[in-house]
């Protein structure tokens, strides 16, 4: 049978919004298919495999950058993966993959990532799970027993405050490897927007009148703390007193509501101002990532190890296998390629699978726990350096797509 792997057209459309229905849930009567001008103005890269009996696999790419070692990093995320239940397990999910990638990385888009329902399904592709977006269901009546704040007070946000927002998250964004930032579409919203989707933003001001935190949270209906539930999407603090001050604020509902159910990644450092950590979590949504692109991703990182020199390789059949050597000189590093036979290149420098390429970029394992997890081989004289390299930047991501 043969597959032809294309762009999905405006006239796939009813195939593609069923196959999706199929996979993730739709009312009985099936999503309703967009019309062309929604399905145009939305501008989305969606990619289908099609087969002699037509829709046999989808996905769709959002474009947009993400926060990795300091800097605004081209992001293909993939997203609505779903192949047709009668034609699983014939292959045509790596032959989707290929063709989408491939326009990513003709775009610019040097890494790609993506939530998965299951990681095995993604990792012969190259992605590897380097954290995970939570939901945390938090006690509010132990909020009461948080620190006062010293200096930092809390108010309402109006549209006018939008800027102040988006600048504490792009603050807090930068200093970390994962976080979306923000500034594309599906994930920029326009302050009118922004501020409608909650009850309430509320801001954490310091003595000098400068905006050091904010919680967006949706109040929830009922006043019986058992039961009372509210939803708490953001809480960035750029200060401990401010940390300390927001999540007082939340608690000042304890008599009402019982619990914030709060969106969180890994060690959040505003959950560092806590006295009480009896908290459970409410839905875990592990994040895979995958180098696109080895050259484009690993070169002009800001690096404090001026003068070091690592050479390395990648392993397997993929786009990504082939030989560099890594140096460091101006602050950052570059990147150049090795003519070396990858058959030989395991006896004279580090050999990494492209899973574990994905998880020393985003910083998340040492070389040390890469050769433990099978994904690091060879020479280890420079492993110190390589986990140097890439760590020191924790890994959170708070958006989901
Ligand atoms: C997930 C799905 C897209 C996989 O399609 P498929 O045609 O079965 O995929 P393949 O047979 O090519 O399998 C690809 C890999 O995924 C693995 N896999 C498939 N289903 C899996 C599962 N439920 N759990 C773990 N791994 C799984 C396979 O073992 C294979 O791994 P391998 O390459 O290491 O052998 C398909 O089953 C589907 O549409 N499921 C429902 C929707 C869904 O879960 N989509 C994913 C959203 S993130």
């Known amino acids: 049978m043969s597959l032809t792997v294309r762009p999905v057209e405006y006239a796939d459309q009813p195939d593609y919004t069923r196959l999706g229905g199929e996979a993730f849930g739709a009312p009985a009567t099936g999503n309703p298919v967009p019309t062309r001008e929604e399905w145009a103005a939305a501008g989305f890269r969606e990619w289908g495999a099609f087969d002699d009996e037509g829709l046999a696999a989808r996905l769709r790419v959002y474009g947009f950058t993400s926060w990795f070692h300091g800097a605004q990093v081209q992001t293909a995320g993939i997203a609505g993966v779903a192949v047709e239940p009668e034609r699983r397990g014939s292959g045509h999910l790596a032959r989707l993959f290929a063709a989408a990638l491939d326009e990513a990385r003709e775009r610019g888009d040097t890494i790609s990532t993506l939530y998965p329902t299951a990681p095995g399904i993604y990792r012969r592709l190259g992605y590897e799970v380097v954290g995970s977006f939570d939901d945390v269901d938090v006690p509010l009546q132990n909020l009461n027993r948080v620190a006062a704040p010293a200096g930092v007070v809390t108010r309402r946000a109006t549209v006018a405050d939008f800027a102040a927002v988006v600048a504490v998250h792009r603050t ?101 101002v806590l006295p009480d950590l009896t908290t459970t979590v409410h839905s875990a949504h592990p994040y895979m990532l995958r180098i696109l692109d080895v050259a484009g991703a690993l070169t002009g990182l800001g690096s404090p190890l001026e003068g070091v020199r690592v050479p390395f390789a990648v392993r397997g059949t993929q786009d990504l296998a ?80």
């Open 322 to 401: 082939g030989a560099w050597t890594l140096t460091v000189s101006d602050g950052v590093t570059h990147l150049e390629r090795d003519a070396v036979a990858l058959e030989d290149a395991h006896h004279e420098r580090p050999v990494l699978s492209p899973n574990g390429l994905a998880l020393l970029y985003a910083g998340v394992q040492s070389a040390a726990n890469l050769r433990i997890a099978g994904h690091l081989t060879g020479p280890s004289g420079h492993d110190p350096i390589l986990t140097a390299l890439f760590a020191g930047r924790q890994l959170h991501v708070r958006d989901y797509f």
């Open 172 to 272: 807090w964004a930068a200093a970390q490897n994962g976080p979306v930032s923000r500034a594309e579409k599906p994930f920029w919203t326009p302050p009118e927007k922004f501020f409608a989707d909650y009850t309430g933003v509320t801001l954490a001001i310091d003595g000098s009148g400068d905006v050091v935190g904010f919680a967006s949270w949706i109040r929830g209906e009922g006043y019986t703390p058992a039961t009372a539930l509210m939803e708490v999407d953001d809480l960035i603090a750029l200060t401990p007193d401010a940390a300390r001050a927001l999540w007082r604020t939340l608690g000042s509902f304890s008599t009402v509501v019982g619990t914030a159910r709060v969106s969180t990644s890994g060690l959040d450092p505003a959950w560092l």
